[in-house]
């Protein structure tokens, strides 16, 4: 079987590529990294991938606000084929800078409903730890995760809002796929901590599942304190279960 190709969408300013590549190839994944600048080099970008992830990160420093200008840049050069790709029914995968980016596209939570990533209500930049559970929904990412994950959040903007309507619409839809049970590190209605599309296809999570594929990488592995931390490694698997089935 031919190991799947996993793509990885990075602008100036993103810092975790590096680590979602080394996660994505312990998934079984083999990786490519795209700069949206350069896109225009590479014609074939995103046709043969069989994922999609848009990478963290602060790109163009955050300039204008979280996401902004990666978004731009992405839709001036791989919107469409970003759209191709999900219509083909390839999973995409947002982290932290790159579910901000989503948002700003419109492709989470979906054209025309009215929701962002604010301000962490603290005020502050928030760098911890944090358990996640998975509740039911259509997220083909989350599929099987009872146990929920353990990984690190580190954003100032990651606070999920929206409006009664597309709050009603994303429960009706069973769109929430993960929320925060360790306690709402930044205000987050409902405590999500990310959303997936109506297709089930498209996640955008602010945590980083990509730093917790070791179990070494969480700070109490060494300490046998509580309940064994479970792995953001499962969440990456299932997108490669996804794109191989």
Do not use: K
């Amino acid at each position: 079987m031919t190991t799947p190709l996993a793509s990885i969408l990075t602008a100036p300013g993103t810092n975790r590529d590096g680590d979602v590549a080394f996660a994505l190839q312990l998934a079984g994944f083999r990786t490519e990294q795209i700069d949206v600048r350069q896109v225009g080099s590479a014609p074939n970008s995103l046709r043969e991938s069989a994922a999609v992830v848009v990478a963290g990160g602060f790109s163009y420093a955050d300039a204008l606000g979280a996401g902004r200008l990666f978004a731009l840049e992405l839709h001036h050069a791989l919107h469409d084929l970003l759209q191709g790709a999900i219509q083909r029914g390839v999973p995409v995968l947002g982290i932290c800078n790159g579910f901000q980016v989503l948002v700003r596209l419109g492709i989470l939570p979906g054209a025309g409903q009215q929701a962002a990533l604010g301000h962490n209500e603290s005020g502050q930049f928030a760098c911890q730890w944090v358990r996640l559970a998975a509740p039911s929904s259509r997220c083909v990412w989350t599929t099987g995760l009872t146990d929920g994950v353990d990984c690190p959040i580190a954003h100032g903007e990651g606070r999920f809002t929206c409006d009664d309507t597309t709050w009603a619409s994303l429960v009706a839809n069973e769109q929430i796929a993960l929320q925060y049970t360790s306690g709402n590190p930044n205000g987050s209605r409902g405590g999500v901590a990310g959303i997936c599309d109506p297709s089930g296809l498209v996640l955008g999570l602010m945590p980083h599942p990509e730093n917790h594929v070791l179990a070494h990488q969480h700070p109490l592995y060494s300490r046998n304190q509580g309940e064994p931390a479970r792995l953001g490694l499962e969440l990456l698997r299932n997108g490669r279960l996804h794109a191989v089935a």
